[in-house]
């Protein structure tokens, strides 16, 4: 079977969602699919970066596509930057071969139209993987009005493409709930969670943490990681008001990682409140993001409130292969909360209880090596189950349609890591 997937991200850029796609697409090419891959040329982040227009990488042929890179500074850039990828996308497509099965993920958002409307010309079936839930996030932070001419044409194409697609596959029960709603027939919606993108216990970490610790002067501090995407789909103001509760902890110090629209505003809050507690790093480099995210003592995981159901905190299954405590701050209806209530591991903070989640942070400093052990167990016993050969084998039998996968292939994948770190 030919399989074109479409997404702005692949290999070798470093983000989850990347990393993910990779490892679907290296699934398919090893059950003898013929995979094709469009993406961006520029890294997602760095986009000053660019990656060659074509590669075959693990028998899978990737081609590149070109755009502006301003970067995510201003959310004009970002448009500029989706709009001449939508560009270059479109033409690189006028000449594609067809192919018997599209799926489109959501990077940029509406891509999917794009894939329909492929499929629909040169005939095969169109694929939504749904990696979040698009104009309505947009609606949700004000960016978009949902009333707006724009907003309801935006409405317009996505419905039309969830309803017209073969098979819809979201991330979670609260996404399936919402796309039902967009008219998605309710038989072609399949749940397929995100796995990590890291291994468990993997080989010389521990010595690369505390590298990582000595780089950054923080041995014997008591870690509390935000790591990941700074937007406002994910407001961190709860966690600064909490670093601002505990300055006077001089254990305690506050790590952000990462890139994106709201890194300006951590550092605003850091300058206008005087602290020392809070330390800003950029996005990691490849080699280095096992070791940033194993530093944590606590992890935060962030979802704003009203977003269950239109994004999907994928950072949740690293958090649990790291095996350490983590604390989310956002709904009580969500994915991270129903892991929390199902298998009483973290703890749930709705987003303004910063004085909640200064006692959780102080109350996680004591925890004993026993109590922390078990975290490691559950957590990877919860990993296993999120694997992604369970997962993959999941989509396959009900989009590739070919049977179960035979015993000897139920391992998982993530033992045998689709990305190249060579």
Same mark, same amino acid.
């Given at each position: ?24 697409a ?61 560009? +270059? ?41 749904? %990696? ?26 996505f ?14 029960r ?21 796995w ?64 994106g ?16 507690n809070?330390?800003?790093?950029p996005?990691?480099p490849?080699e ?18 009203? %977003?269950?159901?239109?994004?999907h905190?994928?950072?949740?299954? +690293?958090?649990l ?14 994915h ?28 996680t ?32 039998q ?5 049977g179960?996968? +035979? ?16």
């Open positions: 079977m030919k399989i074109l997937l479409l997404n702005q991200t692949f290999y070798p850029d470093n983000l989850a969602t990347s990393q993910q796609v990779a490892d679907l290296v699934y398919l090419t090893q059950r003898g699919h013929q995979v094709s891959v469009v993406t961006g040329q520029r890294a997602y982040e760095e986009r000053q970066r660019k990656f060659v227009s074509f590669e075959k990488w693990q028998g899978i042929d990737i081609y590149r596509v070109s755009s502006t890179g301003f970067g995510k500074g201003r959310l004009r850039y970002r448009i500029i930057d989706s709009a001449t990828f939508f560009i +270059s996308l479109v033409w690189q497509l006028i000449f594609f071969p067809g192919q018997d099965l599209v799926i489109s993920f959501t990077s940029p958002p509406l891509i999917g139209a794009v894939g329909a409307l492929f499929s629909w010309l040169k005939g095969g079936r169109s694929v939504q993987w749904l %990696m979040d839930i698009n104009p309505d996030a947009a609606f949700q932070v004000g960016y978009l009005n949902r009333k707006s001419p724009l907003g309801r044409a935006l409405n317009f194409v419905e039309a493409t969830v309803k017209n697609a073969s098979e819809v596959i979201v991330l979670d609260w996404m399936k709930h919402r796309v039902i709603e967009h008219g998605a027939p309710k038989e072609r919606v399949i749940v397929v969670p995100p990590s993108v890291f291994k468990e216990n993997e080989a010389g970490v521990e010595e690369a943490i505390r590298e990582f610790k000595r780089d950054h002067k923080l041995e014997k501090k008591f870690i509390v990681l935000y790591s990941g995407n700074h937007s406002v789909v994910h407001p961190l103001d709860t966690l600064l008001d909490a670093a601002k509760e505990l300055r006077s902890r001089e254990d305690i110090v506050f790590l952000f990682i990462g890139a629209l709201r890194t300006k505003d951590v550092a605003a809050f850091k300058e206008k409140n005087q602290l020392s809070i330390v800003q790093l996005l990691q490849r280095k993001v096992r070791a940033s995210f194993g530093s944590a003592d606590l992890h935060c995981v962030v979802m704003g409130p009203g %977003m269950s159901g239109l994004v905190t994928s950072k949740i299954y +690293s958090v292969a790291s095996g350490k405590p983590f604390v989310f701050v956002g709904p009580h209806q969500s991270v909360s129903d892991l929390v209530r199902v298998n009483s591991l973290g703890t749930v903070v709705e987003s303004g209880q910063a004085g909640l989640l200064a006692e959780t942070i102080l109350e400093q004591k925890l004993s090596e026993q109590a922390r052990e078990h975290i490691r167990n559950v957590s990877h016993a919860i990993v296993r189950n999120y694997s992604p050969m369970i997962n993959l084998s999941n989509f396959y009900h989009v590739i349609q070919e179960e996968p +035979s015993p000897e292939e139920a391992f998982p994948l993530s033992q045998e890591p689709a990305t190249d770190e060579g």
